[in-house]
Every structure is written in structure tokens, then in C-alpha cells.
């Protein structure tokens, strides 16, 4: 007849347990990560692009370049090598 080892109790089997947030914890922390907001600090805009976006009213959003020249936002690439981005403030439907 064969002997039924019987289970020390001083050793434990090891668990591996991970620590796991509670939903409410993460939450809560998702929305303090959405109510910071930076400030707006809004520079001063070059004169000619403040004309440039006065002048064309009818564009929402534009590419300038340095030399003054405006593009529409879906310009190709070789057209607007050094031009920025720009979202019009004087911008009507």
C-alpha cells in the first residue's frame, strides 16, 4: 500500500498577485488628467499674416509662407516648403 504524502503546512504554494486599480480610482484619475489644461498663451501674430488671414476670410484654415503667400490647407507638400499653419480667426461661413 502506497502513503498519501501529506502537505507540509509550512510551506505555501507561491501566489502572484497583481495590483489592480479599482474602475472608480482610474476614472477619476482620467478625468484630473483632462481638467489640466494648459493656459492659452496666444504670441502675436506677424503683421503680414494677420493680413493675409483678414484678407481671405472664406478659409478656415491656410498654409503662409514667409513670403506672404497663401495656400489652402490641402496644398501639396513642394508647394509649401517653408509655410506654417495656420487656423483663420476671421474665419465666416
Do not use: C
Not at 504524502?5 to 476614472?27: F, G, L, M
Not at 477619476?28 to 498663451?41: D, F, G, I, L, M
Amino acid at each position: 500500500m502506497a502513503r498519501k504524502a501529506k502537505e507540509n503546512p509550512e510551506v505555501k504554494k507561491p501566489t502572484i498577485e497583481t495590483p489592480q486599480k479599482p474602475k472608480e480610482q482610474a476614472s477619476q484619475q482620467k478625468q484630473a488628467e483632462t481638467k489640466v489644461a494648459k493656459p492659452k498663451v496666444e504670441a502675436p501674430l506677424d503683421p503680414m499674416v494677420e493680413q493675409a488671414m483678414k484678407l481671405n476670410p472664406h478659409m478656415k484654415s491656410m498654409w503662409i509662407t514667409s513670403r506672404g503667400f497663401v495656400h489652402q490647407a490641402t496644398a501639396p507638400e513642394y508647394l509649401r516648403k517653408d509655410a506654417k499653419f495656420y487656423v483663420n480667426k476671421y474665419y465666416k461661413q
